[in-house]
């Protein structure tokens, strides 16, 4: 029995929807189990510019801090996609939240259920056995570098910059985790170009001589993006900076049939943000039709990194797996073959996980 108060940050978008059924299921654990969970709630992104001005208002930041974890939803609004002026923007919420509660490791699993085998656009036979888990850096690089305009404006440019330190932290954090896994980890990099990345594989390779029982392997980002497609099944633990990780991420979430299952954790200094990969889909915000197994999943993620609550975390893994053999299905993982009653919506889906735990 534990006491725990968790932060729920819906965002935009979708994110209201899902995060709502995120915390039903903590709920529901927190009944099951004896512990007490207390909540609270705080604005980010376009939903607290408009109600503040600000993407991230000082009075959220406070209360990550002093929270135990954080449920997150999603950013963004497409009123800014096609601006490029504009001076406040909801990502900036977003990357400002990460730098101050030191959120440098982001944890992304790429794991098919097996009964969505046939959700993805790449072939049973190549999908089967993936399992993977990304750890993308999340602080730093060309994300966080300066950036400006030169040349009265025609000219501009994003600086991307690593420290030692930067690197040797997540990449301590990857290898631990090949540890407990399959002991395989993969370093993406661009080092052939690019000296952060030369910096990143040197600290790398010093890294691995205190991992020796981890089989460590390099490659260039590019071909990285090629064999994720061609051979899934052989990558483990991969490590890589963030824009990179941002992209092979995105890249990756097609193995596991859709944006909609991804969970991801983000965690550092302090405070953890549980989220999923997806962004705030505006174009299904308000439908009822979004996926809350991402929400779900990030709600697992929540219990068992911080609060080391195993057991918990599995009963909600097993329930969504559970509910796919079941046959129910949102939208965007159903498939020719799924009865139309057994396609759900939201909260639909939401109650048939908390049956199952
Ligand atoms: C992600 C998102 C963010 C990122 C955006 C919304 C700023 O794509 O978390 O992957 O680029 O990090
Ligand atoms: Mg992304």
Known sequence: MAKKNILIVPGDGIGQEVTAVGKLVLDKIAA????????????????????????????????????????????????????????????????????????YANLRPIKLFDELLSASSIKPEILKGADILFFRELTGDIYFGEKGRKNNGDTAFDVAEYSRFEVERIGRKAFEAARTRRKKLCSVDKANVLETSRLWREVIQKLAL?????????????????????????????????????????????????????????IGDGTGVYEPIHGSAHDITGK????PLASI????????????????????????????KEGYRTRDIADATTPADKILG????????????
Do not use: C, W
């Not at 601006?83 to 101050?100: C, F, H, I, N, S």
């Not at 460590?216 to 990780?245: C, S, W």
């Not at 999943?297 to 796919?324: R, W």
């Open 346 to 357: 939201t909260e639909a889906m939401g109650n048939e996980v908390l049956k199952f735990i």
């Open 32 to 103: 099951k189990f004896g512990h007490e969970f207390t909540y609270d709630e705080a604005l980010i992104g376009h939903v607290a510019i408009e109600a503040t001005g600000n993407p991230l208002p000082d009075e959220t930041l406070v209360k990550m801090k002093a929270s135990d974890a954080v449920l997150f939803g999603a950013v963004g609004h497409p009123k800014y996609d096609n601006d490029p002026t504009a001076k406040v923007r909801p990502e900036q919420g977003l990357l400002k939240m990460r730098k101050e509660l030191g959120l």
């Open 210 to 266: 205190e991992y020796p029982d981890v089989e460590i392997e390099y490659q260039f980002v590019d071909a990285l993006a090629m064999m994720l497609i061609k051979n899934p099944a052989r990558f483990d633990v991969v490590v890589t900076a963030n824009l990179f990780g941002d992209i092979l991420t995105d890249e990756a979430s097609q193995i596991a049939g859709s944006m909609g299952m991804l969970a991801s954790a983000s």
């Open 297 to 324: 999943l990030s709600a697992a993620l929540l219990l068992d990194i911080s609060f080391g609550m195993k057991a918990e975390s599995e009963l909600v893994i097993n329930a969504v797996d559970q509910v796919l």
């Open 288 to 291: 009822g039709v979004a996926n």
